[in-house]
């Protein structure tokens, strides 16, 4: 506050002894019907002294509603109410302190879902970054439901603040979802926006009567400073502020402000009914109607005739009980909307329009309510406040006390910022961040937070599987040149740069990836172990553990072979004789994990001349190579070899001679250290494998000499 003096300099119209303190704040309540002025000082953390008050009623309806219509006419009644306070203060104000209307609030309550991972279960715990994301695509959604409503683009709107009413954890209520796990997550949030020509038309109707503007708040915020202290908000309590064209509401739980709301309906809708009843103009309706508050034996007034006439407070509350009964209604159907369906415990009411006694009592009857607990807040909440001057502690004036108060609170007004070369104007709230600024320029909410890749969804042995995509990189921001994050406040003049979040890698995965594969099967043949790799099939296609998974892949992990497949691998031919389980076997029998088969081929047949690893119960008692649990053909000289230690082999693999060195003896997966086959990108169904022409897989040996053809086939 510019021009300070001391107590001394003060007009003699102050009824003061008590010294003034400084600074002086100036708080400005432009309503429909008048301009309230005060100004004083917060005397402790308790206690606040108005030292000066003015009031002026609009000469016109340049107000309605809320909304400035005549922006000179209603900067006149300010400047008046600026001259007066100047007059008892002797001395110059040029910062003031106003409210934006309740009326001209715009709330929404959306709910976002998103998708965290496959079904019910992801590995992933839910971080304070996620949370955020998710609250900022919520009031993304908010604002383009009200830029929807209004079918204007030209309108601009600011987003004053936001509140988290529920979480939600794959569909389930939840406080809070930081360090949880699941698939879905989702927020309901109640956000609140003012529109641009609301505040520019406030604006100027202050800087059009040599004030500038100090700091902003909200009509509603402002009252519930003063009528519902801090400590009763862990309550859910409303508050209604009935003034001349609308009742703001406004809900209190749990220790904050949850909802804001109106009605267009309030004190002047109940003084139109007077000057109907009384043929009366609009002002004399609205002496009647402050009389029959104030419970006078009888009300005179003069006709628009010219006829001196009589009656009674009790007559006119009964001639306006229709209306506010009307009223009362619609504000508790509201509370209601606001409350999530239910009533609130007690109802507080400031303005002027709710000072009829029926008021009170008809909105205690809606909303289900002891009388009791429905209120008119006037001097009671007014009891920390000392008067230097004549002035009747009245609900009138709790909003304009509220406004001065809220100075100290937190400083809100509208600030620049520069955002990618943008100049843009943001609500400061006290606590503005990148994301804000971000919002306000009309960034993509995606473009801030990193985004995944593309992520790969299949089914495994039938069942629906997702593989997530890599995490991009996060934006990179640079606030007044130095690196910043999304959460870092920011403040007048500020200049931001945001590159972009990048989108990661898609998700891979190759079959040898995936948890339940295992490599091997084993299979007891003849006693002796044998072990073969084990089979995949992909979209009926047998495939290798190095094949990539593909989108929409139906995936098998088969825990079984054939007979056939068995023997196959065997390089044995099917003769009828063989036994599974002791049980006589077709080809295509099933032979899972640990099933026994056997089989007398005789000495002409080449099962009889194979050389097999450690039989099944170690009679041998030999400990062998590992190698050794796998068949080998007669004739491969494996113990001489491991006697004689690592040799090299010579072979050719598609006509390309390779030496295969560094091991006593070797199989086809040894020739991929030699030879440059790519098995793990896909380029058909499978990979044909043959050693001499003759159909081999991957733990096929081979010895010196051997011709190994190995291809893509499908």
């Known amino acids: 506050m510019e021009g300070r003096k001391t107590s001394e300099q003060l007009a003699s119209g102050l009824d003061t002894g008590m010294k003034i303190q400084e600074p002086l704040v100036f708080g400005l309540d432009i309503g429909t019907r008048s301009v309230v002025g005060t100004v004083g000082y917060k005397k402790n953390i308790d206690s606040f002294t108005v ?61 976002v879902d998103q998708k965290l991972g496959e079904e019910d279960f992801t590995d992933e715990l839910i971080t304070p970054e996620t949370i955020h994301s998710l609250e900022m695509i919520a009031v993304q959604k908010a604002y383009e439901i009200i830029r929807r409503e209004t079918r204007d683009e030209s309108i601009n709107f600011y987003c004053v603040g936001y509140t988290v009413v529920h979480y939600y954890l794959n569909d389930s209520m939840i406080l809070n979802l930081d360090g949880h796990k699941g698939s879905r997550i989702a927020a309901e949030i109640l956000a609140t926006f003012l529109p641009e020509e609301v505040i ?33 908000r862990l309550l859910n309590i409303a508050l209604v502020d009935v003034g001349a064209g609308t009742s703001d509401i406004c809900i209190t739980k749990d220790g904050t402000i949850v909802a804001y709301g109106m009605i267009s309906m309030a004190g002047d809708a109940v003084t139109e009914v007077i000057v109907q009843k009384h043929l009366v103009d609009f002002a004399t309706a609205e002496e009647i109607k402050i009389e029959a508050s104030a419970k006078k034996k009888f009300i005179t007034y003069q006709d628009i005739m010219g006829l001196a006439e009589k009656t009674t407070p009790e007559n006119v509350l009964e001639e306006t009980r229709e209306k506010v009964n009307e009223i009362t209604e619609k504000i508790a159907e509201k509370i209601r909307e606001l409350n999530g369906g239910k009533a609130v415990s007690a109802v507080f009411i400031v303005g002027g329009g709710g000072k009829l006694p029926t008021f009170p009592e008809l909105l205690a009857e809606h909303l289900g309510l002891q009388k009791e607990r429905v209120a008119l807040r006037g001097e009671e909440v007014l009891g920390a406040v000392t008067f230097l001057t004549e002035t009747k502690k009245d609900p009138l004036l709790v909003t304009p006390i509220g406004i001065c108060l809220n100075y100290y609170e937190q400083k809100n007004n509208f600030v620049f910022v520069q955002v990618n070369g943008e100049r843009v104007k943001l609500y400061d709230n006290s606590h503005l961040t990148i994301v804000d600024a971000a919002l306000a320029i009309g960034f993509p909410n995606d473009g801030l937070f990193p985004k995944r890749g593309k992520p790969l969804e299949f089914r495994l042995n039938g069942k629906k599987r997702l593989v997530r995509g890599q995490e991009g990189e996060p934006a990179r921001i640079l606030l007044n040149g130095r690196s910043a994050g999304i959460n870092s406040t920011i403040e007048a003049n500020d200049v931001i740069e945001i590159t972009p979040s990048t989108v990661g890698a898609p998700a891979q995965l190759a079959v040898g990836g995936l948890a339940e594969y295992r490599s091997t099967i084993e299979f007891t043949v003849n006693g002796k172990r044998i072990v073969c790799p084990k089979f995949v099939r992909a979209n009926r296609e047998l495939v290798s553990e190095y094949y990539d998974i593909k989108e929409g892949d139906d995936l098998e992990l088969l825990d079984y072979y054939t007979l056939r497949q068995l023997l196959d691998f065997m390089d044995v031919t099917y003769k009828d004789g063989i036994l599974v389980n002791r049980m006589p076997a077709g080809e295509e029998e099933r032979v899972y994990e640990k099933f026994r088969v056997d089989y007398d081929f005789g000495a002409d047949t080449a099962l009889n001349s194979l050389r097999y690893g450690k039989p099944e119960n170690g009679d041998d008692g030999q400990e062998e190579a590992a190698e050794n649990d796998f068949f080998e053909p007669a004739g491969t000289p494996a113990d001489s070899a491991a006697a004689a230690g690592p040799v090299s082999v010579p072979i050719t693999v598609n006509s390309q001679p390779v030496v295969l060195a560094g091991k006593s003896r070797y199989i086809v997966v040894d020739i991929l250290d030699f030879y440059d086959f790519d098995v793990k990108t896909a380029r058909g169904s499978r990979v044909v494998i043959k050693v001499n022409g003759g159909t081999a897989g991957f733990s096929t040996p081979v010895t010196k000499g051997d011709f190994v053809e190995m291809y893509w086939e499908g």
């Open 51 to 111: 030292v000066a008050q003015s009031v002026r009623f609009h000469e016109t309806r340049a107000m309605m509603d809320g909304q400035i219509h005549d922006i000179q006419k209603v900067s006149e009644t300010i400047a008046q109410v600026r001259r007066e306070l100047e007059r008892q203060l002797d001395r110059k104000l040029t910062r003031v302190c106003i409210a934006a209307a309740g009326r001209v609030l715009k709330t929404v309550t959306v709910r």
């Open 200 to 232: 520019d038309g406030l604006y100027a109707a202050v800087n059009k009567a040599g004030l500038e503007v100090d700091n902003l708040t909200l009509e509603p915020i402002a009252a519930i400073n003063v009528a519902i202290p801090e400590k009763f």
